[in-house]
């Protein structure tokens, strides 16, 4: 059994990006802002939210496990699916709320139960594991139904880290997408979640659309075998979290426009829709819970144009945590983001090497997703033309697991130039995996 020991508080810091200089009249500002969060020490002087007494009072996760009839078929991927939430049950810290949900098209509580979380030790991870043994398949899909039970469950703990953890191996084919739609729309910011599909039967785009909402993780894990590791990484990752609902804060001046903010590291993830205002021109951006990691984010802002010599402060990037009462804290860590107007063309021109890279890795992940599209709906020379820049995109930039899983999809003809024939036969599980993986991206080499 692992039984992890519980992380220091991170410290954050903030690193900007961008070439500065504009040319006369120029407008629009890049630049990429690493996030950094490592152990130990204090948050830059800040403490972290007070949490409540107890051997790790500080997390609560919920697990919803796939119970419809579907999974006993083929009757290995239930018993996979059981011996997976077990490991990820032994991975628990001590003092770490959870609960296991069974999902069909109702959500039931499969432990505890009474509508309440157990505290892990050695008693409740052995019983729930017991509990487990006794999950049998049959029924529907309601996935926002696990959601909203989840939420219930781990918003009766008085902790930071609020997390879940969803295993589907089907369409959400028992309730309507615009119920998803309200039960991700009502748990988004109350906990994260990671989501994976088992199998092939299950719909790429629900699952990452829930990973999206929640912030969390989406994967595949197509042989049922493999659920019992990805589950113990998934729960392991989960117990490093250390600071909840942090958010990136960006001030801009009189007569800035955001155009947008983004992920980019270590996914593509648009943020620029989920701004919460934040006072006079400042805006907050959900980026979800942290431990022990660095993420990477594309800001671009439009300035009033300005001439020759000219210089201002375009954005100012900070970290927040929002409290109970209205305020923020603020972790102590900010970048600025500058504007210089300048007549040398040379400095002008320049394009920063991580806006670059980045930009090129957001071009990515959409070449992908829409060569898939057009290759579902029989539009061959389009597919052709984005999975060929897809694959031009991936070598460029050094993402060489992207690359394989083109290379999966379409025969390479030429990288460089983007030159591929879509192969007349892929494995299913082939073009779901490069479908969910498509926003995974690689750090700019330095």
């Known amino acids: 059994m692992a039984n992890f020991s519980k992380p220091s508080v991170p410290r954050f810091s903030v690193d900007v990006y961008q070439n500065e200089y504009l040319p006369e009249g120029g407008r629009e500002v890049n630049a990429i802002v690493t996030v950094t969060s490592t152990g130990g020490g204090t948050l830059a002087g800040a403490t972290a ?25 083929p009757p290995t991927k239930m018993r996979n699916a059981r011996d997976a939430t077990a490991a990820a049950v032994d991975s628990l810290r001590d003092g770490v709320h959870f609960a296991v949900i069974g999902g069909t098209h109702v959500a039931k509580e499969v432990y505890p139960g009474g509508g309440r979380l157990a505290v892990a030790d050695a008693v409740t991870r052995e019983q729930a594991k017991q509990a487990l043994r006794r999950l049998s398949a049959g029924g529907g899909t309601a996935i926002g139904t696990w959601l909203r039970l989840a939420d219930r469950l781990l918003s ?126 400042a805006g907050d951006y959900p980026t979800g819970s942290w431990g022990d990691e660095s993420r990477d984010y594309h800001v671009c802002v439009e300035v009033p144009a300005a001439g020759v010599g000219q210089e201002m402060l375009a954005a100012r990037v900070s970290l927040i945590v929002p409290q109970p009462d209205g305020s923020a804290q603020n972790l102590g860590a900010q970048g600025l983001v500058r504007a210089v107007w300048t007549d040398d063309m040379t400095a002008s021109t320049s394009i920063n090497p991580q806006v670059a890279h980045y930009t090129g890795q957001a071009e990515l992940a959409q070449a992908i997703q829409e060569g898939l599209d057009l290759r579902k709906a029989g539009d061959i020379d389009g597919a052709t033309a984005k ?11 050094g993402n060489a697991d992207t690359a394989k899983l083109l290379a999966k999809v379409v025969d390479v003809v030429d990288a460089a130039t983007g030159t591929v024939r879509l192969k007349a036969k892929v494995a299913e599980a082939d073009e779901m995996t490069l479908e969910t993986r498509s926003t995974k991206t690689v750090r700019v080499k330095k």
Request: net charge negative; aromatic share 4%.
């Open 49 to 73: 939210a007070p949490r409540p007494a107890g051997p790790d009072a500080g997390a609560a996760v919920a697990l919803m496990v796939d119970c419809s009839g579907s999974m006993d078929y």
């Open 156 to 281: 009766s703990a008085d902790v930071a880290i609020r997390h879940g953890i969803l295993l589907t191996d089907g369409r959400n084919e028992h309730e309507s997408p615009e119920d998803l739609k309200a039960a991700l729309d009502a748990c988004a910011g109350r906990f994260t979640c990671d989501a994976r599909g088992v199998g092939t039967d299950w719909e790429v785009k629900e699952v990452t659309s829930i990973a999206s909402a929640l912030l969390g993780s989406a994967d595949i894990v197509a042989d049922p075998a493999g659920l019992a590791a990805d589950f113990t990484r998934m729960m392991e990752t989960a117990m490093g979290k250390e600071v909840a609902d942090v958010a990136l804060r960006v001030w801009t001046p009189v007569g800035t426009t955001i155009r947008f903010v983004k992920q980019v590291a270590p996914t593509v993830e648009e943020l620029t829709g989920r701004r919460t205002e934040a006072g006079p021109r």
């Open 387 to 397: 999975l060929g820049r897809a694959v031009q995109l991936a070598g460029a930039s």
